[in-house]
């Protein structure tokens, strides 16, 4: 049975209440009702497919306080910008696995945090053991928003994150609980080109160029702006399922009329991230001063769910799945 719209994808897991792309998190989600699951995912120095929100994890483990891993502290560029931490590229898998997960947020989200160290890292093979046993649990097929990380910066240090990915998916599922999505496409047009089934989305920031497009073509780089105009969503309509932007594209006067002219050519349109915090919010709905207090989330959800958008992502799965009842309910 085809899931209602738009799905309701947990953003690595429901990371507004537990660490980010955690056991605990990935399985809290499922229990209030995503329809999807996304994880960011990078890789280990030895090939295994780890779910970190970067590769760079001092902000998400535990890392920097253990000090056999001191001396793996490093300054890389990674897509133009320079970070200085630990990165998973530098870790066998064994090693990583005796890492703790932490909140990234933790002055925010306060409550989450006081579940740092409890868990360890997971690899994306773990993450699907976890879609199947939920989807037994629950009677739902739940998806896999796979989002493939610096792909480029991963293959110019001899890591193929396309061929990597497509082996786990495919030996996963044929297609139907899959979407790929990445803010390059040149990767997506790898991971179909191995033969991986389901749904191709590409990301789309609200400014800058792909990293594979600043890569090829340096200053030229073909900027995401124009890759939402008529034309460049039809060449875009060539290669991919759909787009994921960037909410405040969709919070702007025409982003209705961005939805429907992507609709006009068979593209699906997602959005990214749906949250209720005031530090998250438009100014307009945010109340009371304090950055981590909820403000009119319902407000604002349902603006954006009011442009008719395919998928959603949320680290509140069940504030994603109450929106679109009631919208549902409104109409």
Not at 54 to 64: H, L, P, Q, R, Y
Not at 209 to 226: E, H, I, M, N, T
Request: charge should be negative; charged fraction near 25%; hydrophobic fraction near 40%.
């Amino acid at each position: 049975m085809r899931p209602p719209r738009p799905l309701v994808i947990g953003h690595r897991g429901a990371s507004g209440y537990r660490p980010e792309h955690t056991r605990s998190a990935y399985e809290l989600a499922i229990s209030l009702g995503v329809d999807a699951i996304e994880p960011d995912i990078v890789a280990t120095g030895d090939g295994v497919l780890v779910l970190r929100h970067e590769n760079e994890i001092s902000g998400t483990t535990d890392v920097a306080t253990r000090p056999e891993f001191a001396d793996r502290r490093a300054t890389k560029r990674i897509d133009g910008v320079s970070l200085t931490g630990w990165f998973t590229e530098d870790f066998t898998w064994a090693e990583l696995s005796t890492l703790r997960a932490t909140e990234r947020l933790p002055a925010l989200r306060q409550a989450s945090a006081t579940f740092d160290g409890t868990e360890g890292i997971l690899r994306l093979r773990d993450l699907l053991e976890i879609l199947d046993a939920g989807a037994e649990r629950t009677g739902r097929a739940i998806s896999v928003v796979a989002e493939v990380k610096h792909p480029t910066y991963f293959a110019s240090i001899g890591i193929p994150l396309d061929e990597l990915v497509a082996s786990e998916l495919t030996a996963w599922d044929d297609g139907d609980r899959i979407i790929v999505e990445c803010f390059e496409q040149t990767v997506l047009d790898e991971i179909r080109g191995r033969g991986v089934g389901g749904r191709y989305i590409y990301l789309v920031e609200a400014r800058g160029s792909a990293p594979d497009q600043v890569a090829r073509f340096g200053a030229k780089a073909l900027p995401y702006s124009a890759q939402l105009t008529d034309a460049g969503l039809a060449r875009l309509a060539k290669h991919v399922d759909g787009v994921s932007v960037d909410k405040a594209l969709l919070l702007r006067p025409d982003g209705a009329g961005l939805v429907g002219r992507a609709h006009a050519i068979g593209l699906e349109v997602y959005t990214w991230t749906l949250r209720p915090e005031n530090r998250f919010l438009a100014p307009d709905r945010r109340v009371g001063k304090r950055a981590g207090d909820w403000g009119d989330w319902r407000a604002e959800f349902a603006t954006i769910l009011d442009t008719g958008v395919d998928g959603i992502f949320v680290d509140h799965p069940d504030l994603g799945v109450a929106a679109r009842s009631e919208v549902a309910g409104a109409t």
